[in-house]
């Protein structure tokens, strides 16, 4: 089971049988306890330095037998041979009742620790980093595989799944395969195949697929500058046309494709955006990362993959299913279909301007609002490409990418310290929506650990809301949309 089945109790859930096993690799958490202490049919692909939070076995869980008989006083009908009612010594009793505080004390502190360690989801190492390191202590890790794990990492990192300090300590790790798979001397640069495949780290701008498109068209759908620089605004429109102009670089050149600007702008790019992105307030505009490149011709990034393969299994494209979907997304990653990477950009492009314009309808509408503990959006039904909403991946996306623009956008403090949940249609002859809660905006790009998935469910149990918890991620979940308000209220209620 490769990213799903880690927090779920996998055997309760399946009910193999005995002699079924199950290898997990998810980086999701946190693990369910009884697939962690099950040494017979679950097998754990992880690292071992991941599992520094879990409870000792003896604190969770208990020998039923060696309580002894926790039965209490016979009944008063049961007699002696000789017809006399039994008496019970006052030390037994006296026994059975410390007994019987102690199993109780046990289970208190048992609930205590079963709450601290499941009232937070969160994400561990990528499983793609894990299969590859696996595979490298077996002598069989390639360059493909190492691309792959690459991608899942940086994948992690654009979905705020990890932070950015495990972020730059995976990169760094992963850089020493890089410069073992791809270490070529002098004499062999003139030799190289045309059908090679070459990584290389280099420092990436945070800035969504330039290369595929054009400059300002990147600028505008990247989160990080459309945030920072409050493009939603005719002022933060302003500090745009000043940054371009601070670089040097022509409006013409930067409209048009990134391929076709001039060489001598297009070589010098990062160096150009670098020295004037201080002064915009855009200091950690780049990050340490990889290209790869297929010959002499394909050059990819890994943001761009990334960006990529997650279009991919989200499209919305009409009469394909998400098996197919699947299927595509993975020949994305194969270096032998280049047309289906070139499909997938624009999958991509289209995605992100449904982002950007949402973004802007909820700012300008005033949708984005202040529920007590935390802020609430509604993705309206009939809102343009509204369909893009009802994947889970995409409407993280949307929240994180809203809530950082409304953070940026209004002068109250507290703004910085809520959580959102978002709500989006999912299915108007069902009657459903999907809602995705996600934790506050974090301090320096670090991302914090989730708490809506238990309050969900309490919400839900508490108000008898018909929802299904269906998701690897427990803070995504489907609702009944006329459930919406008294669920809401209930949230409300438990988080204050």
Not at 44 to 52: K, S
Not at 193 to 205: G, V
Not at 299 to 321: N, Q, R
Request: with cysteine.
């Amino acid at each position: 089971m490769i990213n799903c089945g880690a927090n779920m109790d996998i055997l309760e859930v399946l009910q193999p049988e005995e002699h079924v096993q199950f290898f997990i690799c998810d980086s999701h958490r946190p693990i369910d306890l009884f697939n962690i202490y099950n040494d017979t049919q679950i097998r754990l692909l992880m690292a071992p330095d991941e599992d520094d939070n879990i409870p000792a076995y003896e604190e969770v869980f208990r020998n039923e037998e060696s309580d002894g008989d926790e039965s209490g006083i016979e009944s008063d009908d049961s007699t002696e041979p000789s017809g006399k009612r039994r008496r019970f010594d006052e030390a037994t009793i006296e026994r059975q009742i410390e007994r019987r505080q102690k199993k109780r004390q046990w289970e208190d502190k048992r609930n205590k620790i079963m709450f601290e360690y499941t009232e937070y989801s969160y994400y561990g190492s990528s499983s793609a980093v894990v299969m590859h390191n696996l595979a490298w202590k077996m002598s069989k890790d390639t360059n493909d595989l190492l691309w792959w794990a690459i991608v899942g990492l940086t994948d992690q990192l654009l979905s705020k799944k990890i932070d950015r300090e495990k972020y730059v300590s995976d990169v760094t790790e992963l850089n020493r395969h890089v410069s073992r798979h791809n270490h070529r001397g002098e004499e062999e640069e003139d030799t190289v195949s045309i059908n090679s495949m070459r990584i290389s780290f280099t420092p990436e701008l945070q800035l969504v697929l330039y290369r595929h498109w054009s400059l300002f068209d990147s600028l505008k759908h990247s989160s990080y500058t459309a945030c920072n620089l409050k493009l939603w605004t005719l002022k933060g429109n302003k500090r745009l046309l000043e940054f371009l102009a601070d670089m040097g670089i022509p409006l013409a050149q930067c409209k048009q494709k990134f391929s076709a600007m001039d060489v001598s702008l297009k070589d010098n790019i990062r160096e150009t955006l670098e020295a004037s992105a201080k002064k915009f307030g855009l200091d950690s505009i780049t990050l340490p990362s990889f290209q790869v490149q297929y010959g002499f011709k394909n050059k990819y990034c890994a943001f761009d993959m990334a960006y990529t393969i997650g279009a991919s299994l989200e499209a919305v494209e009409k009469d394909k299913t998400q098996e197919e979907n699947f299927l595509h997304a993975l020949d994305c990653l194969s270096r032998s279909h280049i047309d289906k990477q070139l499909h997938a950009l624009e999958l991509s492009k289209r995605q992100m301007k449904a982002l950007v314009n949402q973004v802007q309808t909820l700012l300008d509408m005033a949708q984005v609002m202040s529920a007590g503990p935390f802020l609430y959006a509604c993705v309206q039904d009939g809102t343009p490409d509204v369909q893009h909403f009802s994947r889970p991946n995409c409407l993280n996306l949307l929240a994180r990418f809203t809530l950082e623009a409304y953070v940026k956008m209004v002068k109250s403090k507290r703004a910085k310290t809520q959580p959102l949940v978002m709500t989006a249609p999912l299915d108007l002859d069902k009657g459903t929506s999907l809602v995705i809660g996600i934790p506050p905006l974090p301090e320096l790009e670090q991302s914090s650990k989730n708490f809506f998935g238990r309050a969900f469910e309490q919400a839900a149990e508490k108000t008898g809301s018909r929802t299904l918890h269906d998701k690897f991620d427990p803070s995504i979940i489907e609702m009944k949309t006329e459930d919406q308000s008294k669920f809401f209220d209930a949230l409300i209620s438990l988080l204050t």
